[in-house]
Each structure stands twice: as C-alpha cells, then as structure tokens.
C-alpha cells in the first residue's frame, strides 16, 4: 500500500510563499496521478492542483498563476509552490494518488498552511 508524507506547511504571512512537499513510498509513482487538495474550516475538501504522469497539470481557478504543481519521478516527490498567499488560502493541504488502472485514491495525512493577514 502506498503511503503519503507531506510536509512544509506552517505560518506565513499574506503575500508570501510555501512550498508543499508529499513523499510516496512504493514504485508507482511515476504512473501515478498526483494532486493537491485542501479542507478550510466547516467547509468540503476541494482540488487545488493535479499533475498527471505525463506532466499535464490543473488548477482551480483561484489558485491559477500564484500555485504551481511540479514533480521529480526519481524522489517519488510531488510538490505545491505557493506564492502570493491569501489568508482564504488557509488550511489543511492534503496530497493524493491514484492511478488509471485503480479506483482507489490514497491521501497523506495532511499539512497545515495558516495565511495570517
């Protein structure tokens, strides 16, 4: 089974920036699907970025041109550079796998990005 460890999240001030980090164990990485979702307080889990394992990549609109989702195949690392953070950024960012042949998604446990104003 593969597990998920993220890391990098913390206390930032708006306007600045973090970098997200999720390290999968396991060698299905590089097939795999990865993406980055967050949960704010009383409110559902929503996508905030995708990147397949060709490389495409997808944001939701409130995030574009200030996120971007990169990954490095031999770290089995994805990761989520965030820069001119709102304090509507804030909350648990959790990373995701899943792959075509699969139905199943698996999800870290999750960091924690405070957005102070």
């Known amino acids: 089974q593969v597990q998920l460890v993220e890391s990098g999240g913390g206390l930032v001030q708006a306007g600045g920036s973090l970098r997200l980090s999720c390290a999968a164990s396991g060698s299905i990485f590089s097939i795999s699907t990865m993406g980055w979702y967050r949960q704010a307080p009383g409110k559902q889990r929503e996508l905030v970025a995708l990147i397949t394992s060709g490389g495409s990549t997808n944001y939701v609109d409130s995030v574009k041109g200030r996120f971007t989702i990169s990954r490095d195949n031999a770290k089995n690392t994805v990761y989520l550079q965030m820069n001119s953070l709102k304090r509507e950024d804030t909350a648990v960012y959790y990373c995701?796998?899943?792959?075509?042949?699969?139905?199943?998604?698996?999800w870290g446990q999750g960091t924690q990005v405070t957005v102070s104003s």
């Open positions: 995701s796998l899943n792959t075509a042949s699969s139905p199943y998604v698996s």
